[in-house]
């Protein structure tokens, strides 16, 4: 069940009412009335479940969907209105394609007789993890990965993948990030968490390695990493434990990580890259410092977030931003990559704009390990087939005679 809500409407009368109805499901309640307020006192979006109104005065709902989505928070929202129901359903829209929880739409006249309609639901939905649940997952084998297939935009070669963590709750089935990472930054265990999903990466780079597949795997790492006392060490012990290829390992860190001082972080990375590790700078045009953190810190690869990618063949301003940075890194002699890629077109004007490197769900999904090595001999036998008139049987991909892909072509 969850615990905390907020209702946020510029009217104090439907602020109380909202409250009260609330209180009456077992929820702690807080009130906002415009996103000023929100801006002054973010302790108020500690919230899992949001009443939100659709129009603020000057501002609207969707000024508080993008506030919510640059804080890469996440909560159950309804919109509450006296709107028509084609505002609401456009406003609904938005909020489902920033991967909000959207309960759906109520008007103000129904808050008393319909609200327990979207409540009761959510009494039935599971507590949030807690602190404990993540340490043991941690040590139990409860954390896996997914990898994220990596392109060479200019050839369409597969060259690696990203590796995202995934966590096999025991109650609650597969965790995604965004309901643990959090939990991980605030309870000190984001340390512990790092250091398993770099164990998992390596296990698995050496895996591809021993199928003769020279794949580069890219892992993201936080600020904490960086920080945390002896990790050099640690980190060299590890690689060497794996028997690495160091020169296929992309370590990222996102530019909304929060690298206060940046000359120890600039002794750490170079240190990394001397032990051959590739560095990128993740999510670059979504924080505060991403010129700066680009010129002090030894990157060599720089990755376009995916709130510009995923709207470059529909929003002229994302375009112009996207080029800007590929300009930029080629001007830099970094590698760019592309994250967030969804459509044909979208994929084409990256192409065509000469982007190195690129990944979304236009090329392929996350997958699990053995997915990932399905997807790839599946792969190179499509490539195969578009280039040659007879399929050979030994797949080039897993270096099987007889792998399923190969069967299919006989």
């Given at each position: 069940?969850?615990?905390?809500?907020?209702?946020?409407?510029?009217?104090?009368?439907?602020?109380?009412?909202?409250?009260?109805?609330?209180i009456k499901h077992g929820f702690s309640v807080a009130k906002a009335g415009s996103l000023g307020e929100l801006a002054r006192q973010p302790a108020l979006l500690n919230a899992e479940l949001i009443l939100l109104d659709i129009g603020?005065?000057?501002?609207?709902?969707?000024?508080?969907l993008d506030y919510l989505h640059d804080l890469r928070l996440k909560a159950s929202i309804l919109f509450i209105s006296s709107c028509s129901k084609e505002t609401a359903a456009a406003v609904i829209a938005s909020g489902k394609a920033k991967g909000f929880h959207v309960l759906g739409f109520l008007p103000k006249s129904k808050l008393i007789s319909d609200l327990?309609?979207?409540?009761?639901?959510?009494?039935?939905?599971?507590?949030?993890?807690?602190?404990?649940e993540l340490s043991k997952a941690i040590t139990d084998d409860q954390i896996f990965l997914a990898f994220q297939p990596q392109i060479d935009l200019q050839n369409g070669r597969v060259i690696g993948a990203e590796a995202l963590v995934r966590w096999h709750n025991p109650e609650r089935g597969v965790l995604y990030p965004d309901s643990f990472i959090r939990l991980a930054e605030q309870s000190g265990l984001i340390l512990p968490l790092t250091w398993r999903v770099i164990e998992l990466a390596l296990k698995q780079q050496a895996q591809w390695q021993a199928q003769q597949w020279e794949l580069?795997?890219?892992?993201?790492?936080?600020?904490?990493?960086?920080?945390?006392?002896?990790m050099l060490d640690a980190f060299n012990l590890l690689t060497h434990q794996h028997h690495s290829a160091?020169?296929?390992?992309?370590?990222?860190?996102?530019?909304?990580?929060?690298?206060?001082?940046?000359?120890?972080?600039?002794?750490?990375?170079?240190?990394?890259?001397?032990?051959?590790?590739?560095l990128a700078l993740d999510d670059f045009g979504t924080g505060y410092s991403s010129l700066t953190q680009l010129y002090r810190l030894p990157f060599n690869e720089l990755k376009i977030d995916r709130s510009f990618v995923s709207r470059i063949d529909q929003d002229k301003d994302a375009l112009a931003?996207?080029?800007a940075i590929i300009s930029l890194g080629k001007s830099l002699g970094l590698t760019v990559i592309a994250e967030g890629i969804e459509t044909a077109a979208q994929h084409a004007m990256l192409v065509g704009a000469g982007c190195t490197v690129g990944q979304g769900y236009f090329i392929a999904r996350p997958l699990t390990a053995g997915a990932f090595n399905a997807w790839m001999c599946e792969r190179?036998?499509?490539?195969?087939?578009?280039?040659?008139e007879s399929m050979p049987l030994r797949?080039?991909?897993c270096r099987v005679t007889e792998c399923s892909a190969a069967m299919r072509a006989r």
């Open positions: 069940m969850l615990s905390n809500a907020l209702v946020i409407d510029d009217d104090p009368d439907i602020q109380r009412l909202g409250e009260l109805l609330l603020l005065g000057e501002f609207t709902a969707l000024d508080i327990s309609t979207y409540i009761e639901p959510l009494k039935h939905t599971p507590k949030a993890p807690t602190e404990q580069n795997v890219a892992i993201n790492i936080p600020a904490a990493f960086i920080k945390a006392e002896g160091l020169g296929n390992i992309s370590l990222e860190l996102t530019e909304t990580a929060g690298v206060e001082c940046l000359g120890y972080a600039c002794h750490i990375l170079k240190a990394l890259r001397q032990l051959g590790c590739q931003i996207t080029l190179s036998h499509s490539l195969a087939q578009d280039h040659e797949c080039n991909a």
